[in-house]
Structure formats: C-alpha cells, structure tokens
C-alpha cells in the first residue's frame, strides 16, 4: 500500500453565495487547492456533496464538478456520506492514491444551502436517519441530539459546561478567514439565546452556510503531510436500540482504526478538528476519540487545553460553530486545517510544533463517521 | 495493486416491491452473494443508490444498509454517479481490495422506483443533467435521448434497425428469473407502441422497476473471475458543447483505459453488457466501446452477432429494457451477470466458453461512465 501525502490545500470562506452555482464553488477551491499543489497533473476526482440532490436538485456532481473544471473526461466520484460526506470522500481519495489507481487525485466537497429556506436544511439533515422508523416520527437532528444533550446534563455537566464547546470554537475562529462567524461569543450569549431544542441554544447549533474545500493528493516523496490513518464506520441508525447513546460507536470503531493504521496513540495528538454540529455532539466526539474520558469532556473544554497552546488543540480555525458547516463540504475543511497546522501554515491560527493532527466527522447521530490522520514527515 | 476477485453474486428478480423498504431489497441481495461466497468475513461495504434522495427521502445509505445486514460497525460507503452508480460503486470497491485497505468488499446497489408516480422517475432522471444549463429547459432524459436518435436516423439507420436493440434484449432475457419483462417482443410491436419522445417508441425504453444486485470482492486467489480492468471516465455534461454528440466520449475514454489495464482489444471481448435505457443509448455504447464501428451497430444487432453463440453476444440476460433498469443498482445486475457467465452459471443464456466480458454503465447523458472488464482465471 502506498502512502499518500496532501500536497496541496484550497478552501473558499464560508458565508452565503446568492449568486453563484454549486459547481462554481467546487471549481474555486479546486483551482486553489490545484494552484498551491502547483500541478495540473489530476488524474482523478472525488466529490462529496450531501445534500444538492435535495437543495439544488442536482445529483451527479462527478460529471458536474470536472465539466466546471474545464476538465471533462477525468474520472469523478460521487461520495455521500450524509455530513460525513467530506470526511468519507477523503478517505477513498487516499485508498484512490494508495492503490496506485491514480498518481494525483483532486478531493473536494461543495455544498450551498442559501438556496432554500432554513426549515429545508432541517429536513435535509433529517434524511440522514432512517425514514421509515426515525424520520418517520417527525424528529428533526437537533431534537435526536437534544435527547442526547438532556441525558448528558442528567448524568455529567452543567448546560454552560456544555456551552463552553461553542464559546471556545469562537475563540479560535477569530481572524480565520475562511470562517464564517469569525467573532467571540460570551457564555452568557449562548445560554440566553432561545431554545433551538431543549436544552440545546440556538448559540450551540452551528449554522447554515455555503462552502467549498479542496485539497490534491498523491504518493508521499520525501517530505510534507502524509494521511497515516483513515477509516470510515458505521453505528446502527437508532438511537434508541444503541447500548449506550452517549458513546458514539462509529467514532470510536473509526478512531480505533485510524490509531492503529497510524501507530499512535490518543495521546500523540497534537491537535484534532471534531464535528461539533451541535455542542454536545463535540462534546461526545472528544469523548469517542478517546481525548477525554466518558464523561469528561467538558473538564477538557472548560479549561484551556483545547486552546492553541494547550494539551489537546480543538477545532484550532472555529469548528463547525464558527468556522461555519456547509454540510458535504465540512468534513474536507476539517481535513484541510488539519493540513494548514502540519505545514505550520495556520498563520496566527498555529499550533506550535504541531505533528500530528486528526480530523473527525459524522453523518446522521454518529450512524457514520470518518476518522483521518495526517502527520509532518521529513522536516 | 493487488489482483481483485469476484467471490460471491446475489441479484433479486426487478419488479414491483410494494411492501418492502430500499434497504431489505438491498439486504437480500446482500445475503444472497454472501452466502454464494461462502463467507461473513465482509470488512467493508460499498452502495449505489442513485435516487433514494428523492424517492425516498433516504441519504446516508451507507449506515443504513450496514445496519439492515446486522452489521452495524463495518465501514460503508455510498456512491452515487446517476444511473452509472453501480459501476462506479464497483470500481470504488475493486480499489479498497486493490489497496489493501479491505480483504472482503460487498458492494451492493438497490433502488427502488416504485413509491413514486412514473413523472416522478422522469424528474429524478434529469437531476443527473446541469440544472442551471440542460434541466432548466424542460429537457427530460428521452428528449436529449431523441435528439441523439433522430441525428442517428438523418446519418446511418432506419427507425426499425435502431429498434432491434430491444427487441434482441427481449429474446435474451426468455427464462431470466430476475429480469422484468421476460417475454420476446416482435420489432413491429416496438414500432407500433405510442411514441415517447419522437423518433423513441416507449417500447424503445427501460422501464421502472425495483431491484438490488451485490457482489463479494476479495484478493485473487488461484481461480475464479478477476477484474482485470475497471475505469471512470466523464464527459462535458451538455450535449450542444460536444464535437460529436453521437460520440459517447466517456464511454470511449472508460473502455480505453479498461482494455489497456485489462492487456484487451474489444475483439478479444467474449460477451458485453451495455446501457441500453433507450435502444439509441444501446446503440451508440457499442460503438463507443469499439464493439462496432462508428454508425455501424444497427448491423452488428441486426444479424445474430450480439446472440448468445454471435460474434459479440451483448445484453445476455435482456439489458436495461428487458432484465430491468433499477437505476443506481443497474451497473451492479450489470457486472454480476458478466460475472456469472464467467463462471459458467448462466444457464440457458450461457455464452459458450466465455472468458472475459465487459460491462459498461454511464450516467447523465454519458456525462460519467463506468466500464468493468472481468476475466476466468485458473480454470
């Protein structure tokens, strides 16, 4: 097997596009991702994108993507993972290079949901669980991840220890300029924000936003940021028939997976980007990781060990909440910071003599995820 | 790159299945190439769904279909390439055995057409269209199909010999106990049936149908079938733009780097299974394949060269018109039927020692294409 390097990064910020179409997005941070791994040389493409089938009603985007490149002909994947998109694209862009079926994949995620009305993109996600048993009742993700967040505050924590996840991903946000809510945001703020679904604030959900991220993959050489671990599990679908729902199984089956590919431990981690969709859904993400323990991660996020200098570096450019989370495309841009920070390329945003970094996200309540591992080689 | 088997094939009659969900159709076919392999030793899944968004309101397949097998856990991921899906899922799963990233790959596709109104497949067939460009016309797929057959007509044939396309997929699939229409259909009915997009008859047109076809991929051992050669390839997505529209350029590119992987030449291909969703499609597949030259497949059809004892014998057990077009799991009743035949298990459609098959599916209007080549090995 191969080992696979990322060789070159592109990322549009976040915010709402009005007039540009899905693929445009795609083609800008292509052609960056392209230009900063100074090739043209793409023999193949992978695209994730969750929801363009039901926001802009347009499904093959692998066609879509490489036409808007100027490139047509080049072999295109789909991938769709639900907000996992990203983060599962990633992955079988590495296997694409690994295998030796391709020398220099092109991996990207765009998706625009200012299209439609903010009640659309909760049905949208909702798509994501089973329809004909979860869907079916009329939940939407923020409800599933209340339920969630409800037990959390019975069995460990205070709301505003949950809130804390949020506050510290506006922390790092600021002066990223990709990000979509670059900006501080007080605990106070976001405990007296509105109930978006008890107890979850609307200032713990992350937002709707467009965005695209790209990155260029090929055989590792002698030195640069190579993808040492990758791997994709699932989780049954309900919540209701897991063992224990606060232990997001497909995250931690994932992480398992990666660690070992990758002869690390959750220790050597410099610095980790986690889906925090909603907070405790990155409170529960730290958990799987195995950077905090069951139970523990808010002590983590309280203190200041996710910040740059701390013990566990987290969503070091804003997380979903701040960064922003254009659903198909997040997974990439996790991935891509992670790649900033090995380069030492994460400007004011750095985490010092960072080494090794992981990015995790998943689709539907954790039904999936996508655990990668990139490490700085020969510097 | 490791050499890839084929170990198991489980396909479901296409039909009608009113009373089943998309995932227990996905999880029969499953099975059924599980227990053919002989093992439950699966260490990841792949699905082709095209059209779950949309019919279904089903995304995230890839938790879905894991957790219908019982085997929640297991790594899965959905690709989707319009009605090309299931071949591009299966060269997406011949890399993860090929990288040595999994030792067993099941690589399932299902769709199920069924829960909508037949205008709602139509809407769901353009999706795979620009739909800022081609869709916004009003163009359907048998629009643009008609446009490429009345071209056809001005330049190489008469109405009844492109017709023959169906009518041959008819005679092949008498006896196929999982095609749709199994019955043979005489080329005056064809020409006689209501026209659905002139110069397409409606009996020049796949159907609506539910189906699911799986496979097991594993390293190649000392004997079985092997896929010798498995290739993506796009094209520009409008029509207008191409040199020549009757020029399936995906398809040529696909097949040319299918062969050169696979050491072939389309004369040492034994038998071939093409998307014929409209016969012109059937048609201009064969010859983009090299199977036929330019405006010359209307002859290859017309005599007994795509029979099962002909030259060429194509669409063994009755293509997309007659076996069924299950959209995202079509590419997959595509490769398992070239698989079977392979191995000798095709009963009465068995081609006689038949050594090495292609299939090839495209999406869009050839906008993406897949072409798997398989060939008998150790026997």
Redesign the interface.
């Known amino acids: ?1 191969r080992r696979v390097a990322v060789a070159g990064v592109g990322l549009i910020p976040v915010k709402e596009y009005w007039d540009r ?1 899905l ?1 445009s997005l795609f083609a800008e941070a292509a052609l960056k991702a392209l230009k900063d791994a100074g090739t043209d040389k793409v023999d ?1 493409v992978y695209v994730a994108n ?2 363009g ?2 926001m ?9 993507v ?2 808007s490149l100027g490139r ?11 907000a996992a998109s990203g983060g ?1 694209a990633f ?2 862009a590495v ?2 290079v ?4 391709s020398e220099c994949v092109l991996v990207g995620g765009a998706e625009k949901m200012s299209d439609v009305l903010p009640e659309a993109a909760t ?1 949208a996600l909702v ?6 048993y979860t ?1 079916y009742t009329g939940v939407t993700q923020a409800g599933l991840s209340a339920m969630l967040h409800r037990l959390y505050l019975d069995l460990y924590a205070e709301p505003a220890q949950v809130g804390m996840m949020a506050v510290k991903g506006h922390d790092h946000s600021v002066g990223c300029k990709h990000a979509q809510y670059p900006f501080r945001m007080s605990i106070d703020r976001a405990m007296d924000s509105p109930m978006e679904a008890d107890p979850i604030h609307m200032m713990e959900c992350s937002g709707v936003g467009d965005g695209a991220a790209a990155m260029v993959l090929v055989p590792a050489a002698d030195s640069g940021v190579e993808v040492v671990g990758s ?7 309900s919540l209701a028939i897991r063992r224990d729902p606060l232990i997001f ?2 995250v931690r ?2 992480a398992e997976k990666a660690y070992s590919m990758a002869g690390v431990k959750p220790d050597d981690i410099d610095l980790a980007e986690v889906h925090d969709d909603f907070t405790i859904n990155g409170i529960l993400s730290l958990e799987a990781l195995g950077l905090a323990g069951w139970g523990e991660a808010t002590k983590l996020v309280a203190g200041n060990a996710t910040d740059k200098d701390g013990k566990i570096p987290t969503n070091t450019f804003g997380g979903l909440k701040a960064r922003g989370h254009p659903l198909g495309a997040t997974g990439l841009y996790q991935v891509a910071e992670v790649a900033l920070q090995l380069r030492g390329a994460a400007g004011d945003h750095q985490v010092p003599g960072a080494e090794v970094g992981l990015a995790q996200s998943m ?2 309540m954790a ?2 995820s996508a655990v990668n591992i990139l490490r700085r080689f020969g510097v």
């Not at 798509?127 to 004909?132: D, G, P, T």
Request: negative net charge.
């Open positions: 097997m179409s693929q193949s969750m929801s089938s039901f802009q009603d347009q499904i093959n985007m692998g066609a879509l490489t036409d047509p002909g080049l072999p295109a994947v789909r991938v769709e993972a639900g599962v992955h079988e296997k694409a690994a295998s030796g079926y049905t798509m994501s669980e089973e329809q004909e869907a791997a994709v599990a699932t989780d049954c679908c199984e497909s089956r994932a689709g539907g039904s999936v």
